[in-house]
């Protein structure tokens, strides 16, 4: 049972342009998401996060959106640069559960042409 | 700052075998997750140690197990490995077991099982 889940395998952008890469959630338990962005050979580097309290956070070229009713989040990328070439995954919290574990999704493999 | 390092880069060892991977936490971290990172598919949860103590586990068997040490380094290992357990092992350290604590993650340990 894939609880997070991130529909695109794969996504191509031009460089400068906005990059949108989405994830659907099914547990509503969820209260705390999180996007990780991961270079072949390294670990994943925490990119952005978002409680359930909000619908949006930015941090400089990525902003956050959470959609609770719809159960839906996306990271915009903007605008999009080569070095963002990476697969990032969308991972989500539910603080209650008693104990520490994020839930991944399975990775969107963003390619940025130059 | 010395960030979180995994020890071997890459395993094979056949089925039946036990295998011990190991995880050296970023400087001041007293939290580790271990992770399952299976071909194309998402990190998931394995468990997570806190102070030398287990504070978590995923839906793994108990051939799965840990340990972390006073310098909070820590171990996973495996025993009657089986060809499913091939996959990229992560571990990723925390200052505490807040959802709010970054993870920080390490490169990982590719395991094959033949």
């Known amino acids: 049972d894939q609880q997070v889940k991130q529909n695109s395998p794969s996504l191509s952008v031009q460089e400068g342009r906005i990059s949108i890469l989405n994830c659907d959630y099914t547990?509503?338990?969820?209260?705390?998401f999180l996007w990780y962005k991961k270079y072949p050979a390294e670990g994943p580097t925490f990119l952005i996060s978002i409680s359930s309290i909000k619908d949006k956070n930015e941090d400089g070229r990525f902003t956050v959106f959470l959609n609770k009713s719809a159960k839906h989040l996306s990271l915009h990328i903007v605008p999009s640069q080569p070095g963002d070439s990476a697969v990032y995954f969308c991972a989500a919290s539910a603080r209650n559960s008693g104990t520490y574990k994020y839930i991944f999704g399975t990775g969107t493999r963003l390619k940025v042409l130059a | 700052e010395t960030g979180v390092t995994q020890s071997p880069t890459h395993l094979i060892k056949t089925r039946g075998q036990q295998v011990t991977l190991r995880c050296s936490s970023q400087s001041g971290h007293n939290t580790v997750s271990w992770y399952q990172q299976a071909l194309g598919q998402g990190p998931q949860f394995i468990f997570q140690y806190y102070r030398e103590e287990e504070n978590g586990r995923g839906n793994f068997p108990p051939r799965f197990s840990g340990l972390q040490f006073p310098n909070y380094s820590s171990e996973l290992n495996v025993n009657a490995l089986e060809l499913d357990d091939s996959a990229l092992y992560l571990c990723?350290?925390?200052?505490?077991?807040?959802?709010?604590?970054?993870?920080?993650f390490g490169p990982g340990t590719r395991l094959t099982v033949l």
């Open positions: 547990n509503s338990m969820f209260d705390y």
């Open positions: 990723a350290s925390s200052l505490g077991t807040s959802v709010y604590n970054e993870q920080f």
